[in-house]
């Protein structure tokens, strides 16, 4: 493999590591998604990103996952996957807010002091607001 090749892998390792993260890392509860007043099971909601990379998710019916990119404070999710398990109301409609809120999300901010962060769209308005799991 050439020196060049090797160096493009190196770099994608390390857009994909824990420590690129900016602090979103790990496991975190969704608790609110903007438009959704009903339909998500704060017990089963969960948002994380892993340590390759990718970020696994569910509101307590699909599995999804998707890759974000991520460049200090600035997030933008690659396609969702998932499964496709006929969701009963209203969980179905709070899985396709779920990944519009995703879509739109442009930054992410995290409060420590609350434990929670902020997925944020492109005018600062809050899309999804996860807390920290323990």
Known sequence: ????????????????????????????????????DDGVDHAGAEFILLENGR????????RMSATPRIDGERIAFGPVIGTRRGCPPPLGEAEAAFI?????????RIDETDRRAQLLDETDAARVTLERAD
């Not at 970020?55 to 699909?62: F, K, R, T």
């Not at 519009?100 to 992410?108: K, N, Q, S």
């Open 1 to 36: 493999m050439g020196r060049t090749i090797r160096a493009a892998f190196a770099a994608i390792a390390l857009m994909a590591s824990p420590a690129s993260a900016g602090g979103l890392d790990g496991a975190w509860r969704i608790v609110e998604i903007s438009g959704v």
């Open 55 to 62: 970020a696994a998710m569910s509101l307590g019916c699909n």
């Open 100 to 108: 519009e809120a995703l879509r739109a999300a442009r930054m992410f």
